[in-house]
């Protein structure tokens, strides 16, 4: 037993103690950099995970042409990291399904139904063409050493193409994860020509599994953004409903299971479902008699994954560092990297041009003007050396840079067959396509966003000719659950003991409601509260009034006639109720303690009670009962005082009749009419009178 559980004693000697805390204060930053840094993000010089570039160039390094066994790259892959066979052939597989840096032969799976790839010894795999071309140049590559110091691995490969954004990635890391959604190939090189010529691009996701995008909240990918992804979904027959592509981060299994959870709870009504799908999606939804089509899809997409809210998160490493950028800025830093990296290619090549010009030009020199004779009778290398300089001296100027050694060193190793077969005709004319190639790569150095422009124009018409956008964008209409969710529970309410639920059978029938629906209750202390439907919820004792809360009864009017108090004034007032916070309580009253309702109750609109008052018997009071209309208030909102009713103790309040405020305007127009005439009656007989 350890007495203190921070100070372990880790060496011989008992006064060395090394806190624990601290201990896992360092290892643990180790182990959140290692996995941000060498497992889960991607780099965004690339667009690779470090298991994907090992992988990549572990098959660049295997290629010959022909397919090799996924097993074989696995074992091979890891000479430069022990990622784990599984892992590495996991990684492979959905590098892969993505169908543009790997060329695949046998059982990879199935990005629709879910299927796993068959085991890495039964498939094969060697780069595509795109890869080939697009991918790698060990010229222009940067070097490391593996994990062991044993082989050199790419710090990153030279990838000349918005690889990142293509493809997409998502990781989980500590402490932060990526998910960067795939991109439309030609979309991508279009952008990346816009931003080239200056001129503003945008960019929207293109999933594999194709479906419609709403991508009003895109927000370039960033932090806080969101898309909405809706199967493709048609009317096959008349109670058949065809899905025939899905949302992007799902199969037609988990698709399946969405939708009959959905008809399990009653959301969905539904006969029978049918997956028929193989290299393309057909899921058929048998639906019951008589069922409403567009309600039933409508139902697919508000209660299934056939509708999917996606929230984009785009970090990428960046200077050995997790950084958050858009798409849009991704995009130009990989087309910046591009346009270097053809730069880098062009002056590789320009300066191999130039050394074979001049490799070229020495040895026509040497045969042409017969150099090597001067060397014949010379015995010691030294002097050999020196004497072919020396030879050399007069064509100098015409090279394009200094003789070195080395260059001497060659023309005494050219055969005497190749001397004796000198053809100067031919030489001269591979000197000038060396020239001419010369300067065209000087030309294209001079205009490189040009030459960019067409390496980009390139790959579009080589490779994007079959890469047309799969995912169709629009904008969704907003869909009502509550409309849409079909009626499968009952609502019960307990007035006395103030429950309301969907399981109290013995108390007072409410009416029919689903799991999705508000409810409004109005107690007698002034309360009103709305809640979720649920199977009991406790509102308040001496429940007055209850019902659905939608649309159609935020229409609704409600009258109230309170008490302010114990022995407080009456008052009355008219109010609607619209926007409220669930399980919030709002109190009707003015608040004072041992307030009281005398009078509820809620009609549609533009109809108002019409009550009788009865007060309790006084002496000192001549009239104890008359009528009040509710027309007669203005409609306010619920905190509205209200009018005043009486000051005194009021017995009851009884109901007499329903009233239209129209009609209680067109009367009370009437009665103003008709005293305006009674008025002019008046003028015109006193008129008269004078006249006489």
Known sequence: MIDNPENINTTEDSNSLIKVGGMYKEWFLDYASYVILERAVPDLMDGLKPVQRRILHSMFDLEDG????????????????PHGDASISDAMVQVGQKELLIDMQG?????????????????????????LEVVF???TTNWQLSYDGRKKEPIHLPVKFPLLLAQGAEGIAVGLSTKILPHNFNELIDGSIKYLKGRSFKLYPDFQTGGSIDIKNYNDGNRGGKVKVRALVEKYDKNIIKIKEI????????????????SEKGKLKIKKIEDNTSSDVEVLVYLPSGSSMQKSIDSLFAFTQCEVSISPL????SDNKPQFLGVKEILKTSTDNTKNLLKNELEIQLNELESQWHTISLERIFIENRIYRDIEEITTWDEVISSI?????????????????????????????KISKFDLNKVKEKLSNIEVNIEEVKNNLAHLVDYTIQYFTHLKKHYGKERKRKTIIEEFNDLDKKKISIKNQKLYVNKDEGFIGTTLKKDEFISDCSDLDDVIVFTKEGIMKVVKVDSKVFIGKDILHVSLFNSESKEKTYNLIYRDGKKGTSYMKRFKVSGVIRDKEYNLTQGKQSSEVLYFSSNNKDIADVVTIHLRKRASIKKIKWEVDFADLATKGRDSKG???????????????KNSVEQKIKKIDQIEVNDEEQVSDDKDQTQTKLDF
């Open 389 to 417: 300089d020396k030879g050399l001296d007069p064509f100098k100027k015409k090279l394009k840079r200094e003789i070195t050694v080395d260059d001497i060193k060659k023309l005494t190793e050219i055969p005497i067959r």
């Open 247 to 262: 949302p992007y981060g799902t199969t037609t299994a988990s698709l399946i299971e969405s939708i009959i959870k959905a």
């Open 643 to 657: 009018n005043i009713v009486t000051k005194y103790s009021i017995r009851k309040v009884s109901y007499k009749e």
């Open 66 to 81: 022909r397919y090799n066994k996924v097993a074989n790259v696995v074992g091979h892959t890891m000479q430069y990291h």
């Open 314 to 317: 785009c970090c990428v490493i």
């Open 107 to 131: 059982n990879w799976g199935n990005i629709y139904t879910g299927d796993k790839a068959a085991a890495s010894r039964y498939i094969e795999a060697r780069l595509s063409k795109f890869a």
């Open 137 to 139: 140049n060990p010229k």
